[in-house]
């Protein structure tokens, strides 16, 4: 879990027990100034968005440090996913856009761009993959969710503004469930959407 007022993630085993914590203030390796955003890979590894400090760090299942996406234009990365294939998808919540490395963290492709029509977005925050891995993104600022295929395409959106069944007020979180339902975090509504 990220803990950004305290700058460190902690890990927690399936029954809710404590396991570890690491990260520290700052803006070297390891430290954090907002840390948002987390996915882990097949093998354990974790990769932690920080937001204010605009990077994307890589740690080990023990969270000792490895590396970074060395990806130098990310303004506000919060939400970060991965497929099965390995590759990471990172909101770019102030540029905008959803950015995808390859598992080595190298740079694919930029999906989406700013706007309010289909495929385009307004401060993406949360972002989440399916079984057949198209790419869910709250869409916050729009009010929206968007989906997008494995290779960027706008699949579609739903939702609006408002405070109704279906509608949301800058929705941030969303997760897929192994059902295959979207739960969405409403923020401002102060509650969780389930949707499918």
Known sequence: ????????????DSDGNHVSSFGTQGTGNGQFSSPFGIAVDEIGNMYVS???????????TNGSYIGRLYYTDFNTPRGVAMDAAGN????????DRIQKFNSAGIYIATIGSVGSGNGQLNGPNGIAMDAAGNIYVTDTLNHRIQSFNSTGVFVNSFGSSGSGDGQFTNPLGIAIAADGKILVVDTLNHRVQIVG
């Open 1 to 12: 879990i990220t803990d950004a007022g305290n700058y460190r993630v902690q890990k927690f």
């Open 50 to 60: 920080d937001a204010n400090n605009n990077t994307v760090q890589k740690f080990s």
């Open 88 to 95: 990471i998808y990172v909101a770019d919540e102030t540029n």
